[in-house]
């Protein structure tokens, strides 16, 4: 045989995962195969929490490359592989909805509920994220390989707003460059092993979300809408685009719903009727109906959103039922297959490997 990447790649073709019964190279955790006169280096992309099937395959990769006529030595490395079993996508047609209030208290209710959270800000424009949670900090890899998330209240944290120099600072970037920054914080973030991967998208149907619907298994969508026509007409196209591209929407939160002034009357400033009629459209739940309460906003503005700051208020138990829902759709959902879906002209498109 002769000694060459592509022929250690066929031998390693017959190393097999023992739990998922798939070759290591279909799994694409083979990286970085390197041959130097007889020495051969490679790393292994693996998913966290399985120490036994590590130590097994340990120990198979050495046995299998040391049996090449030429190889000598052999130097395994091992990157711990984010596993995800669900990401769930917080997604409007329409700015100004309340989008990332929503993500940011839906993420610290399942947090709460004892579920492992992490949340990526995928706004590269607009990163609200930094402000909500309070966090300014700048994230470190301490192996050169893997970006290590920021952590808030026990939620993982990555957004494009922890890497500017100033938070002021426009991100000026065409289509392709956020898709890649997108990419690149889905598999080069060391988020570990998490219940829940929640997305705070930008609005309308552009770039990101085409990027999340052609190249991750995404468990579905949380819809958020305020009650008004203006809102809904655009909101509507963002179920349209997730009924085309395969992304089961998993429910609609409606936003602003009403306010209850201090002799108790409630009053619906944009209507009434937005929420279910976008509910409807899309035959998923009506999540819920977060009111217009100065908390919320106060909360959000001081870093601690209301889930952490008070979660006993009236308002974040709001986002904590929402929650619960959320998590009873989930049980019957399975995770969507990605579309035929390709603006590029390129061809084989895969997707990442996100999911053991």
């Excluded at 990447?5 to 694409?28: H, I, N, S």
């Excluded at 996508?89 to 839906?106: D, E, H, P, Q, R």
């Excluded at 092993?193 to 991750?216: H, K, R």
């Amino acid at each position: 045989m002769d000694l060459s990447v592509a022929a250690l790649e066929a031998v390693l073709a017959t190393v097999v995962d023992p739990d998922r019964q798939k070759p290591l190279t279909t799994l694409g955790w083979i990286r970085d195969l390197a041959i130097t006169g007889t020495h051969v280096t490679l790393t292994l992309a693996f998913p966290s929490g399985e120490p036994l099937q590590r130590e097994f395959l340990d120990r198979e990769v050495q046995r299998t490359l040391l049996a090449v006529k030429d190889v000598a030595t052999v130097k395994l490395t091992w990157r711990e592989l984010s596993t995800f079993k669900n990401i769930i996508v917080v997604m409007s047609g329409k700015g100004g909805v309340g989008k990332s209030t929503v993500a940011t208290n839906l993420t610290l209710a399942l947090h709460r509920a004892g579920h492992r959270v992490g949340l990526l800000d995928a706004d590269i424009y607009g990163p609200s994220i930094p402000t909500m949670l309070g966090v300014m900090g700048r994230p470190v890899s301490l192996d050169g390989v893997q970006i290590e998330p920021l952590e808030r209240f026990g939620v993982k944290l990555m957004s494009i707003g922890f890497l500017l120099e100033d938070p002021r600072s426009a991100v000026i970037w065409r289509g392709p460059m956020l898709a890649g920054a997108l990419q690149q914080f889905l598999k080069d973030v060391h988020w570990g092993t998490l219940d829940y991967l929640v997305l705070d998208l930008p609005p309308g149907t552009g770039d990101v979300a085409l990027t999340l619907s052609q190249q991750v298994k995404v468990t579905g969508a949380v819809i958020v809408t305020t009650p008004q026509q203006v809102a809904t007409d655009d909101v509507f196209k963002s179920v349209a685009m997730c009924q085309k591209v395969n992304i089961p929407v998993l429910g609609v939160v409606e936003n602003m719903s009403f306010f209850v002034d201090s002799a108790g009357v409630r009053h619906e400033l944009f209507g009434s009727g937005g929420g279910a009629a976008v509910a409807s459209f899309a035959n998923a739940p009506l999540l819920g109906q977060v009111p217009m309460e100065q908390s919320i906003r106060e909360c959000g503005d001081r870093g601690t959103p209301i889930v952490q700051a008070a979660p006993s208020s009236a308002a974040a138990q709001v986002f904590v039922a929402i929650a619960e829902r959320l998590v009873e759709q989930i049980t019957g959902v399975e995770p969507a297959a990605a579309p035929v879906i390709d603006r590029s002209g390129g061809t084989g498109k895969r997707r990442l490997p996100l999911v053991g």
